[in-house]
């Protein structure tokens, strides 16, 4: 969605950044992984299939894609963004009838970040931005859905901390599919203190860590 490419999001643990060609490489590289590939219900693509996905996600009017990126790497010039890479975040529009619908997807593709409240900080990002007027992707989202599997109980949990309530259970795929209306009951219980917050330009943010260090001479 390119209503979204020139937006970056920082809090206190992650960078969001729009899923760009750089990125490909890495994403592939973890989607190779079988145990991604389950717990994203994927099939393994060639890396040009991953490209073809890419602009896809950048183009197509009814998805939104943001990467993860580790802050405290990211913070650090010297580290090239790829290697900042620790998951991704997917929103899609699911109901034509019903723009204000979408189904939202975090992955923590590096098993080390798991756990350590960087899925919590992302979904508090998505849901804050649409609740205001300044909403980053501004498509007027009211509805969110996510759906886990039964066992990922972790997961479950940190998303009824939201207020997510559970909608339906499906036996055969393992799953569960919770929903939360974003509104003003939601931001009196969910939302505190949103200073951390920060939204900028993309591409300023991006050739400004690029550039090159000059010494101060005396």
């Known amino acids: 969605m390119r209503i979204n490419e020139d937006t970056l999001l920082e809090g206190e643990k992650v960078v969001l950044v729009p899923y760009n060609a750089d990125h490909v490489p890495r994403y592939h590289q973890w989607m190779c992984s079988p145990e991604l590939q389950k717990l994203t219900a994927s099939e393994p693509l060639t890396l040009e299939q991953e490209h073809d996905m890419q602009r896809s996600w950048r183009e197509d009017d009814d998805k939104c894609t943001f990467i993860i990126l580790d802050k405290q790497k990211w913070a650090d010039p010297s580290i090239p963004e790829q290697e900042c890479m620790v998951g991704d975040v997917n929103i899609f529009l699911t109901d034509p009838s019903d723009p204000s619908l979408a189904e939202l997807e975090i992955m923590i593709a590096v098993p080390c970040y798991r756990g350590k409240g960087l899925g919590k900080e992302v979904t508090l990002f998505l849901l804050f931005l649409e609740f205001t007027s300044t909403g980053v992707h501004k498509l ?59 939204q900028r330009e993309y591409g300023k943010a991006r050739d400004i860590r690029q550039a090159p260090f000059t010494p101060l001479s005396l």
């Open 140 to 198: 007027g989202i009211q509805k969110f859905e996510v759906k886990i599997g039964l066992d990922n109980k972790i997961t479950i949990a940190m998303f009824k901390k939201f207020h997510f309530q559970e909608l339906s259970i499906s036996e055969v795929f393992r799953e569960v599919t919770l929903g939360v209306t974003v509104n003003e009951a939601l931001q009196k219980h969910v939302f505190g203190n949103m200073d951390f917050m920060l």
